[in-house]
């Protein structure tokens, strides 16, 4: 089994820029699609970014396509989230998933990821 740790979590002003890291152990990540997701109180868990497990493809909710890029270092078994031009909306705790996929492909359903991190707070202030 994986265990999946988040990172980079914080307070940043509406405009600022985080970085959020994956780091995975007890298994490789070079054959899991990965996913990032978030969850804002009283809200359900959406996803946010998604990575085949190649790096090759991305898939990005709506509301972050150019200011979020989503990354991957297979040689690090980790998986980063950049996250830039934030805003207050973006509040929430961001969690990390992954799944083995047996093709080179993107997953934007949670209920498809069979991993999951702790999860990591973002708070954008206005």
């Known amino acids: 089994q994986v265990q999946l740790v988040e990172s980079g979590g914080g307070l940043v002003q509406a405009g600022g820029s985080l970085r959020l890291s994956c780091a995975a152990s007890g298994r490789t990540l070079s054959r899991a699609a990965m996913g990032w997701f978030r969850q804002a109180p009283g809200k359900e868990r959406e996803f946010v970014a998604g990575?085949?497990?190649?790096?090759?493809?991305?898939h990005y909710a709506a509301f972050v396509k150019g200011r979020f890029t989503i990354s991957r270092a297979n040689s690090k078994n980790t998986v980063s989230l950049q996250m830039n031009s934030l805003k207050p909306e973006d509040t929430a705790v961001y969690y990390c998933?992954?799944?083995?996929?047996?093709?080179?492909?993107?997953?934007?359903?949670?209920?498809?990821?069979?991993?999951w991190g702790q999860g990591t707070q973002v708070t954008v202030s206005s």
């Open positions: 998933a992954g799944t083995t996929t047996e093709q080179d492909m993107t997953i934007t359903s949670r209920y498809q990821y069979n991993d």
């Open positions: 990575i085949s497990w190649s790096g090759m493809y991305k």
